[in-house]
């Protein structure tokens, strides 16, 4: 039997890091935080950019009243923690980004099955249309909204959309005060930014930074286009507004990289033009529609792009079609290199999945993709996405290696139990094989796209190849090309 290798206790984490203050670690090192500040500008011959410190003040004078404090009563969840179960902190899995609030307090003793947290979030319509992210009311049961002249009002949750983490909640309220929306696309890494927020129930409390970089990929989401910035939001800033400069609204503050809970340089908005998108859809429709293609796609490194023959590393590499969506009924097949959706040019892969969902189920587009080094232009039909992902950007390994592997066929059996045709199960695996994450138990699919049916092909195969290959390697249910250095 194919041993089952991925863990799945992710998920238990993700309910004791809410209770906990809604955090893990993500990895071992101490990160220290960084604030941007100002230095001396030396005098150069050349005319060069000075960059001055910057004053905020006006623009908390002028849009601080449309943050609002949100305070939540929700259902308590059943976590990993309060059932006695363990988690091993080596577990890949459980290096994850979590959500980091609301700032959840334990279930009272009076009322076990409730909890209470707090969060952010901010007007964006004068009738009282409030923005903030779904995980902050979550399961809620009763929404408080509070404004900075300490009028409180009851919320209605009018929709919310897990996958981007946006929700939408109303109070009756007239002729209140609003934020102005800016455009994320003109957002340029290092300029400066506020945040305005409730950390730790520290209502109205406002940081400032700068923006690291634009369209993080984060492992635990699906498609958001993260703006990173240095601002110090904590626990119970969640929901709230990302300002730039000119006093408009570019994000949604949303997580946080922290290895203490706390704020340690790294936090993730969502750009406000996703959060727009998806308000639009709640309103009218009480539900988000997306498009979607029905593939998992991979980040295209050096070696990747001398295996598959790019000119350089770009572009969306699929390592998974689902069988009978759109982009398997286009002749999409694992090992295509997506460079072009329309009109849109994907650069990374993380480009991809935003510009998926953002076509409208139904509508037939073009696909410009690569396949063994030639292009390739396919016609497809973009299907209504699920629950789960659009078009999932897999985790990869990034070490490379020579080929170093002990193989068999799948028995009947296997075939059975895991819907794989063909493939070989790797028995030993040592040296840099090893070291590329290729474990007893994977199986390996295909090599530089060709499918694998036995272990003389594979030796085949890799004596033809050239100094890089790429091995399509399956695990549970997880698809992923690995690089392979064979010198």
Not at 151 to 172: H, M, N, Y
Not at 236 to 244: A, H, I, W
Not at 269 to 288: W, Y
């Amino acid at each position: 039997m194919i041993r089952q290798t991925l863990a799945r206790s992710a998920f238990g984490i993700a309910a004791l890091a809410a209770i906990a203050g809604g955090y893990t670690y993500l990895q071992k090192e101490v990160i220290t935080p960084g604030y941007a500040a100002t230095a001396p500008v030396v005098a150069s011959a050349s005319p060069v950019a000075v960059a001055s410190p910057t004053d905020f003040s006006s623009i908390v004078d002028q849009y601080g009243p449309a943050v609002v404090n949100i305070s939540v009563t929700a259902r308590a969840q059943r976590t990993s923690a309060q059932s006695g179960a363990s988690i091993d902190p080596d577990d890949p899995l459980a290096q994850f980004f979590k959500r980091f609030g609301p700032q959840f307090q334990g279930p009272q003793a009076q009322q076990p099955q409730l909890v209470r947290g707090l969060g952010s979030g901010f007007i964006v319509s004068p009738d009282g249309v409030i923005l903030t992210n779904a995980h902050v009311v979550d399961n809620a049961t009763e929404v408080t909204v509070k404004l900075t002249d300490r009028r409180e009002f009851k919320a209605k949750v009018l929709g919310s959309d897990p996958q981007t983490d946006i929700a939408v909640i109303k109070i009756d309220a007239k002729d209140l005060p609003t934020v102005r929306l800016g455009d994320p696309a003109r957002v340029r890494v290092g300029e400066p930014v506020v945040a305005i927020g409730s950390p730790y129930g520290f209502e109205n409390t406002v940081t400032a930074g700068i923006v690291s970089a634009k369209s993080r990929s984060l492992p635990d989401d699906t498609y958001v286009p993260f703006i990173q910035t240095d601002v110090a939001v904590n626990p119970g800033n969640s929901g709230g507004p990302l300002f730039n400069q000119r006093g408009e609204v570019i994000g949604i503050n949303s997580q946080i990289y922290s290895q203490t809970g706390g704020y340690q340089g790294l936090s993730f908005a969502i750009p406000i033009n996703v959060a727009s998108k998806v308000e639009e859809q709640l309103l009218a429709h009480g539900k988000v529609t997306r498009g979607r293609l029905g593939i998992s796609v991979q980040e295209v490194n050096q070696a990747l792009a001398q295996s598959f023959n790019l000119p350089k590393p770009t572009g969306a590499l699929v390592n998974s079609v689902e069988p009978d969506g759109p982009a398997a009924k286009a002749g999409l097949k694992p090992g295509d290199v997506i460079v072009q959706l329309g009109n849109d040019v994907i650069d990374h892969s993380g480009d991809l999945p935003e510009h998926v969902a953002d076509i409208k189920p139904g509508t037939e587009t073009q696909l410009k993709v690569i396949r063994k080094g030639e292009p390739l232009t396919l016609s497809v039909k973009v299907g209504t996405s699920k629950d789960s992902a659009v078009a999932q950007k897999a985790n990869l390994n990034d070490a490379s290696g020579k080929l170093g592997l002990a193989v068999r066929p799948l028995t009947p059996n296997e075939k059975r139990d895991s819907g794989i045709e063909g493939g070989l199960v790797v028995e030993d695996v040592a040296g840099p094989a090893a070291r590329v994450g290729i474990q007893p138990g994977d199986v390996i699919l295909s090599l530089n796209g060709t499918p694998i049916s036995s272990a003389d092909q594979l030796k085949t195969l890799v004596s033809k190849s050239g100094k890089q290959v790429a091995l399509l390697v399956q695990r549970d249910d997880a698809r992923i090309f690995i690089p392979l250095d064979l010198g």
